[in-house]
């Protein structure tokens, strides 16, 4: 397994020298007493492939702690919004194929939900990557498509019918219009941005009257993320914060959606990917992941497989 570009962007290690106290980004709470994971930081480690998505895991990880009124676990101390911006505008990108696999997953998950939205008309993902899942609701009959991704890579790795679709920028709600959007997918992002309360609150407002938001997070509160513990590849220094069941419904009550479901999610990948998540020695994994790939190896780690690993879904409606 080839190690990860380096070249950091934004002067890392300036800007992960000065981390800024922060209290609780969903409730307000102050008390940082309760740290479950202690900051672990080699800036000589990051690379062009820190902030970018679907990579192997660094084990690296700022302080996280659990908040005692909403059971959100998060980073006291988080990097400063400009050095964030850039090091996802410059991040790199490797996981084309890995990120089809997932956004089948969330069509399927998406197709159990359409009867409930009254139209079709427009669908905004924030968090795109290469606009695997525009793809996906295109062919499920949605009109029109927006998808936000910072990542100026992944959206390079877009098929050219989409690239259109694709605004290469952080999320500004002020550059979309309100109530106007029939769904809005944000997977795999609240854990991302600085701010996920006014993520949740900015979806809100952009959707249309029984307009849906759907999205996937992590889910710190899972057996396995115990049964790992630091080496749990959701325990990353991108991680700015992980959500539990509680702790993301408070977040969204928060935001203003009165009801929301969430319950486990199913994540769907090839053989090779769930071998480069796990947390083995370096010498093993890289020479095992490496043949898994090989077209030659005999297909075996081309082989899908679905598994609840610490994920959940959930759906609010405006």
Not at 21 to 49: A, K
Not at 211 to 224: C, D, I, K, P, T
Request: proline content about 8%; glycine content about 8%.
């Amino acid at each position: 397994m080839a190690d990860a570009p380096r070249g950091p962007p934004g002067a890392p290690a300036a800007a992960l020298a000065a981390l800024a106290s922060r209290p609780c980004p969903v409730c307000g709470d102050t008390d940082t007493s309760d740290e479950m994971f202690s900051e672990h930081i080699d800036t000589e480690r990051l690379g062009t492939l820190s902030y970018a998505s679907r990579k192997e895991p660094e084990y690296m990880r700022l302080s996280m702690v659990v908040c005692p009124s909403c059971d959100l676990l998060y980073a006291p101390r988080a990097p400063p919004i400009e050095f964030l911006a850039r090091a996802y505008a410059q991040a790199g990108y490797d996981s084309d194929a890995e990120a089809c696999h997932a956004a089948d997953s969330y069509a399927d998950a998406l197709r159990l939900r359409l009867d409930a939205l009254p139209d079709r008309a427009s669908a905004l993902e924030i968090g795109a990557g290469n606009g695997a899942l525009l793809a996906r609701l295109r062919d499920l009959g949605f009109g029109e498509l927006i998808g936000i991704e910072p990542s100026q890579a992944a959206a390079d790795s877009a098929p050219a019918d989409l690239r259109a679709c694709l605004r290469v920028e952080s999320f500004d709600p002020a550059r979309l219009p309100a109530a106007h959007f029939t769904l809005i997918i944000a997977n795999q992002t609240l854990e991302h941005v600085p701010a996920p309360l006014e993520l949740l609150s900015a979806a809100r407002r952009l959707l249309k009257p029984g307009g849906a938001l759907m999205l996937v997070s992590h889910n710190y509160r899972h057996w396995l993320m115990h049964l790992l513990g630091a080496r749990s590849p959701i325990i990353d220094i991108e991680h700015l914060q992980v959500f539990s069941p509680a702790s993301l419904d408070a977040a969204l009550q928060r935001a203003g959606f009165a009801q929301a479901q969430i319950e486990p999610f199913a994540n769907e990948y090839p053989l090779h990917y769930w071998v480069r998540l796990l947390p083995l020695p370096r010498g093993l994994k890289g020479p095992l992941h490496a043949a898994l790939r090989r077209p030659e190896g005999g297909g075996l780690g081309g082989i899908v497989l679905r598994a609840r690993v610490g994920n959940m879904i959930a759906w609010a409606r405006a």
